[in-house]
């Protein structure tokens, strides 16, 4: 069990797999090792159980003839098992063979170059078996002695050319830039070699040269066109396609190649292009396009030095003569957050912390499953035409489109706060509703998105954090202003209480007056209910002798009177009674 | 969706059928061709030794029939070249366009794409929102064919061919050729806390804590209790698309490279709605104990910030589960700042509670001096106080007139005590009777009877 062993609790999933890759050089090789052990074991049990136990056989009652017709179908089986046998075993080569070129290291590449050489001696040996030895014809040898080349040593090098292009015509039908009149020249050179081959009477081994030849060549093509339909991620390659495909390959083989790139997920622009297959971008050889591979979230803009070749992408790019990658354009919405410096209208600074989302304008697409992410390719190019040179610091640099964008937006917010009063862009004092910052927003936004549009760059969004004075001093007299407000509060609060205090006594007071007045009311009603006459001496009567009842009735009433008080109270008595 | 029932894909056979198939029709039957031209070569140079081959009855051997097999092999290598020079071309360019590790690998991943995979492996694994395993090899950066295999906490988003291509849940799935992970998105709840800036409705700095619980947006459709064990989280698969495709790229040199959907409901919804919403009211209503009969301010803004929250964040597959606020104190991100604000504030708050608190001893003094009133003392100095002002009125008319005059001394004696009335104090809380008695009083010395309409007058 590998390192990688695990099973999810809650789904149950297992997770267990064979701790190494299964290679398929190594699958087929003990497929195939297996497979001819078992055919051959297969084989081996009739052939060796027949012709021994054939008396065992005819003791239980076979009869010699049966036996004979098996023996003798064994004999004829031997060469489709010869075919099958031969088919396993070339499938071993095959493995063998690329196992040890696939290895980088120097004995492997050693050993790779031997076993190539074992190999071609095997075959050319196996070869020359086919050779009869036979003279050239007489017309052939004399045109060869003209050129000073001795008949013998004639038909030797014709067979020495014919062996040597069957492995060299195909591949140079191929190769680039060989494949052309070399090819073709050779070709024709290797065909009349192979007539003068027939012309000698070796038809046995001129038509083995000949087939090889064919079969190697078409092999060879076929399987390189077939093979390129796979090398790149491109659903069904059509015709064109493939055949793009094949000449990159075919360039790439002698390294003719215009430059393959990838383009990554990196955060710098200058990180993103990977050059992964290096090229020229002007070669003279190169029949097929150079590449550029990006994922759904990336376009390139290509351009050849001169002329600008529009916005390709996501996907498969194929490139011309000279095309390079201007710039990648990251289809996701770009984030960008900044901070302004800006003037109020009454000139205080204040700094802004602001930040807008842009992408490249869709024209109003989605993304949608199946589909790279959306943009349009118009918008972009005039994204990257906006793009302008900045010179800040000593060397001047390229502003990128997201760049641009925050450029911009900074200077809307700085025109959009230079409308506002300090005070109003928190608006202490405005009777509900939205915050002056969220208008602020909104303004920026809108004002914003027109600026991006005609430079190709869809606002997604925009906000504004809190609107802060440059200088933090700020705060603190905002926060003593608020103090001061409390103070005034706490004042009015003291004062209540005074005035509540005021009131409690004054209403004690009040109580007593009318506990007075009441008790004069029902005296006054008591001497009416009596039938006592009611003229302004009686009255006077009553209200004096109330106040000195209300004397007389509580001692301690008159120990708080002065002395005067209760001397006059008796002087009046005594006048009113006179 | 879910390829649980992928198991029967993945018997031993299954495992290898597929690319064993391809394999046969191609490069097999292209080695059976070969094999067969050379055998019948070799068969055609034997000629006449054809015998040779058909053995004698009575020496049967395997050795002859191998001797054929390997003198016909012998004759097709420069087919079998060809086979071996095609996968090992595309392994160059695949080893240098992908930038493999060797040669091999890139043999590996050709063979992949063009005969389909060899047993289970190469595999990707996400869970818990990322990719945990394969992230770094072929069929992660490149593509499959290879298993995917996706925790019930992940759904993620592929791409191929430069186009996104499906949305895959809990379960083993097979990537296509050229098909890799694009997007992964965590399906567990998310918590963030996270403390908000803002700006009182008086500009004063506060800052306060968001307490945020969220997820991806689940299925409409209600689900079984089998479905919800097997499925803990569930989702929408509209929702995972929208929270992939709505992940922010930010400045190359910025600290956090990208915004995910977690982020930004967050940091770009909660953050400036909670702004916007304590920018709408005063620092002394947001620090303030609550009134009696209102909400605490904090469980308003809460309530309208989750509110706001549930409305808006479906824009990004989210839904909430839970909105928290935490204290909000007076703070900036200056340290320095904060310490002065923070004293002035609280010594003005203290200040504040002082006079409150020093207001209500007024009035339980007050209340305590009435209650004195009403236990006589207080009371007896009221009386005394009224005797006093009587009398003087009395003796004031007796010296003035020089005579007694019952009427006029009458008359004084009632004035006086109606203008004892007329403190503003005594006057609110004189009761009407009073009022009506000292009327009739006034009109009895007068020799008026007293009608009831004057009375209630």
């Known amino acids: 069990m590998s390192s990688d062993d695990t099973r999810d609790p809650q789904n149950g999933i297992s997770t267990t797999f064979d701790s190494r890759l299964i290679t398929p050089i190594r ?55 010869a075919l099958l046998f031969g088919w396993g075993l070339g499938g071993l080569y095959v493995c063998g063979w690329l196992a040890v070129w696939l290895k980088r290291a120097t004995p492997w590449r050693v050993g790779a170059i031997v076993l190539t050489a074992v190999l071609a001696i095997l075959w050319l040996v196996s070869i020359l078996r086919f050779v009869e030895g036979k003279a050239l014809p007489e017309v052939l040898a004399y045109s060869f002695q003209a050129f000073g080349i001795p008949p013998k040593v004639a038909s030797t090098l014709i067979l020495l050319g014919l062996t040597v292009g069957v492995p060299v015509l195909p591949l140079l039908w191929v190769i680039r830039p060989l494949e052309g009149f070399l090819a073709r020249f050779l070709s024709i050179l290797w065909l009349l070699m192979w007539l003068f081959f027939v012309a000698m009477g070796e038809f046995r081994a001129a038509l083995v040269l000949l087939v090889s030849t064919i079969a190697t060549g078409a092999v060879l093509l076929v399987g390189l066109r077939l093979t390129s339909d796979y090398l790149l991620p491109i659903p069904r390659p059509d015709r064109e396609t493939r055949r793009k495909v094949l000449d990159l390959l075919r360039d790439h083989i002698m390294g003719v190649n215009y430059p393959a790139y990838i383009v990554t997920d990196e955060p710098y622009e200058e990180d993103k292009v990977e050059e992964r297959i290096p090229g020229d971008k002007l070669s003279r050889l190169a029949i097929g396009p150079g590449l550029i591979l990006s994922d759904c979230d990336h376009a390139v803009a290509v351009f050849d030095g001169f002329k600008f070749k529009g916005v390709h992408g996501p996907g498969v790019i194929f490139t011309k003569y000279g095309d390079r990658i201007l710039q990648t354009i990251d289809l996701r919405p770009q984030f960008r957050g900044f901070m302004v410096e800006a003037l109020t209208k009454d000139g205080i600074k204040v700094k802004v912390p602001a930040a807008i989302a842009i992408q490249v304008d869709p024209h109003d697409k989605t993304p949608k499953l199946g589909e790279p992410l959306p943009y349009s390719k118009s918008a972009a190019f005039k994204a990257l035409h906006a793009q302008r040179v900045e010179h800040q610091g000593d060397e001047p640099q390229k502003s990128e489109w997201a760049s641009l964008a925050r450029e911009i937006a900074e200077r809307v917010l700085q025109d959009i706060i230079s409308t506002y009063r300090f005070d109003d862009l928190y608006g202490p004092y405005q009777p509900g509703g939205d915050p002056p910052r ?50 005034r509060k706490t004042m009015l609060k003291q004062a209540e209480g005074q005035a509540e205090w005021l009131r409690t006594v004054e209403r004690a007071r009040a109580d007593a007056q009318v506990d007075l007045i009441l008790r004069l009311g029902r005296q006054l009603e008591e001497l009416s209910a009596k039938g006592g006459e009611l003229n302004p001496e009686a009255t006077l009567r009553l209200l004096v002798s109330v106040l000195e009842g209300l004397v007389s009735q509580q001692p301690s009433l008159g120990q708080l009177l002065p002395e005067e008080t209760m001397r006059a109270l008796v002087d009046i008595r005594s006048v009113i009674h006179d | 969706m879910t390829d649980m029932s992928g198991e029967k894909s993945h018997r031993s056979s299954g495992k290898y059928a597929g690319n064993i198939k391809r394999t046969m029709r191609t490069i097999g039957a292209t080695l059976f061709a070969a094999t067969l031209l050379g055998l019948a070569a070799e068969l055609w140079l034997r000629g006449a030794e054809a015998p040779a081959v058909q053995q004698p009855t009575e020496t049967l051997s395997i050795w002859p029939s191998v001797s054929l097999a390997f003198a016909a092999t012998r004759i097709a290598i420069p087919v079998i070249g060809a086979l071996v020079v095609v996968p090992l071309l595309a392994s160059r360019l695949i080893h240098k366009l992908h930038a493999t590790g060797d040669l091999e ?25 990322r990719i945990t395993h394969g992230e770094d090899s072929f069929a992660g950066r490149v593509g499959g064919p290879a298993t995917l295999i996706v925790f019930n906490d992940t759904a993620v988003v592929t791409e191929q061919y430069g186009r996104t291509k499906r949305i895959l849940g809990a379960g083993r799935h097979e990537l296509e050729r050229y098909e890799k992970v694009w997007e992964t998105i965590d399906l567990r709840p998310q918590h963030w806390v996270y403390a908000v800036y803002a700006l009182t409705k008086e500009g004063i700095p506060v800052c306060c804590e968001a307490d945020l619980t969220f997820q991806i947006e689940d299925r409409p459709a209600a689900r079984s209790q089998d479905q919800q064990e097997s499925e803990p989280y569930p989702y929408s698969e509209d929702a995972v698309f929208l929270a992939a495709t709505n992940k922010w790229i930010r400045e ?4 956090e490279p990208v915004r995910t959907w977690a982020g930004r409901v967050v940091i770009s919804y909660a953050d400036g709605m909670l702004r916007d919403i304590l920018a709408g009211y005063r620092l002394d209503w947001l620090i303030a104990p609550p009134q009696p009969g209102q909400q605490p301010p904090r469980e308003e803004i809460r309530q309208r910030l989750e509110e706001e929250l549930r409305r808006s964040i479906g824009r990004l597959g989210a839904r909430m589960l839970s909105v928290r606020i935490g204290k909000i104190e007076v703070k900036t991100q200056d340290e320095e700042t904060t310490r002065q604000l923070v004293e002035l504030t609280s010594k003005q708050w203290i200040e504040t509670w002082h006079a409150d608190l020093e207001a209500r001893a007024l009035v339980s003094r007050a209340e305590g001096e009435a209650e004195l009133l009403r236990m006589d003392t207080a009371r007896l100095q009221a009386q005394a106080e009224m005797v006093v002002t009587l009398t003087e009125a009395l003796q004031t008319t007796i010296a003035k007139q020089g005579q007694v005059q019952p009427y006029i001394m009458a008359l004084r004696f009632l004035e006086a005590l109606r203008w004892m ?28 009877p007293l009608l009831p309409e004057e009375e209630v007058a």
Do not use: C
């Open chain 2, 105 to 129: 690998e890139a043999h590996n991943a050709i063979n992949r794409i063009a005969f389909g995979k060899l047993g289970r492996r190469p595999y990707v694994m996400a869970r818990e929102g």
């Open chain 2, 421 to 448: 009335t007329y403190n503003t104090y005594a006057h609110e809380f004189m009761p009407p009777e009073a009022m009506r008695t000292l009327k009739r009083l006034q009109a009895t010395l007068e020799g008026k």
């Open chain 1, 27 to 81: 699958f087929y090789v003990q497929t195939i090792v297996f497979a001819l052990g078992m055919a051959a074991v297969a084989y081996l049990y009739p052939i060796v159980l027949l012709p021994n136990f054939r008396y065992m056989l005819e003791f239980w009652g076979v009869r010699p003839e049966t036996i004979a017709s098996l023996i003798s179908l064994l004999a004829k089986l031997s060469t489709p098992f």
């Open chain 2, 252 to 255: 190359p040199d910025h600290p």
């Open chain 1, 438 to 487: 969220k208008a602020i927003s909104a303004k920026f936004s809108a004002q914003t998105a027109a600026e991006l549009e005609p430079l190709g760059i869809h606002l997604i969004g925009g906000g504004l954090n809190n609107i802060q004075p440059a200088d933090s001093a700020v705060y603190l007299k905002r926060a003593s202003s608020w103090q001061a407000d409390w103070m």
